[in-house]
T-cell receptor
Framework: DVKVTQSSRYLVKRTGEKVFLECVQD?????MFWYRQDPGLGLRLIYF???????EKGDIPEGYSVSREKKERFSLILESASTNQTSMYLC?????????FGNGTRLTVT | DAKTTQPPSMDCAEGRAANLPCNHS???????VYWYRQIHSQGPQYIIH???NNETNEMASLIITEDRKSSTLILPHATLRDTAVYYC???????????????FGQGTTLQVKP
């Protein structure tokens, strides 16, 4: 089975901090994704990557950046965390398969 | 991507079949129908997908109408662990060049009751 692992289940950070959310997949997938999920808004795509060092903006990239130095790892970076970035963050990966998701990181910015 | 419409919530008795409908009247010929579910506090889980033929796997069956404008996900013997939000998504082939970006709507909250 494909495994997508997010490094933290819960995270609490202060406004203005730089935050790193890590995601690792074990199936050699080329494509990796970061979504955020908020009540009433569903899942919204932040960024995705289709190869090492390649990235593309999703629907809501503002305030975020990403890093893909190795194929198995895709990091989401909040350069200066703000309270409106409090959310559930979901990482996913795929190749020629449907998306496989991690269990999410619930980030609270105070 | 074609838009989908699902009822916001449904109930089902434990042990009975759960039939979850989805309308996708603007679907185009090369778009697949995907179903995912999300159990509370977990990431979405892939269930099944199909193009035009009915599909079955160990989790569920997918029935797609002949005109492809709607589909039904069937959980044949629902259990309490099937309580979740179920998402119906329409997208191009999962090997297509646009990375298979999936747009998740609000889904249907299925409550399985004892």
């Amino acid at each position: 089975d494909v495994k997508v692992t997010q490094s933290s289940r819960y995270l609490v950070k202060r406004t203005g901090e730089k935050v790193f959310l890590e995601c690792v997949q074990d199936m050699d997938h080329e494509n990796m994704f970061w979504y955020r999920q908020d009540p009433g808004l569903g899942l919204r795509l932040i960024y995705f990557s289709y190869d090492v060092k390649m990235k593309e903006k999703g629907d809501i990239p503002e305030g975020y950046s990403v890093s893909r130095e190795k194929k198995e790892r895709f990091s989401l970076i909040l350069e200066s965390a703000s309270t409106n970035q409090t959310s559930m963050y979901l990482c996913a990966s795929r190749d020629r398969t449907p998306l496989h998701f991690g269990n999410g990181t619930r980030l609270t910015v105070t | 991507d074609a838009k989908t419409t699902q009822p916001p919530s449904m109930d089902c008795a434990e042990g009975r079949a759960a039939n979850l409908p989805c309308n996708h009247s603007t679907i185009s010929g090369n778009e697949y129908v995907y179903w995912y579910r999300q159990i509370h506090s977990q990431g979405p889980q892939y269930i099944i997908h199909g193009l035009k033929n009915n599909e079955t796997n160990e989790m569920a069956s997918l029935i797609i109408t002949e005109d492809r404008k709607s589909s039904t996900l069937i959980l044949p013997h629902a259990t309490l662990r099937d309580t979740a939000v179920y998402y119906c998504i329409v997208r191009g082939i999962h090997g297509s060049s646009n990375t298979g970006k999936l747009i998740f709507g609000q889904g249907t909250t299925l409550q399985v009751k004892p």
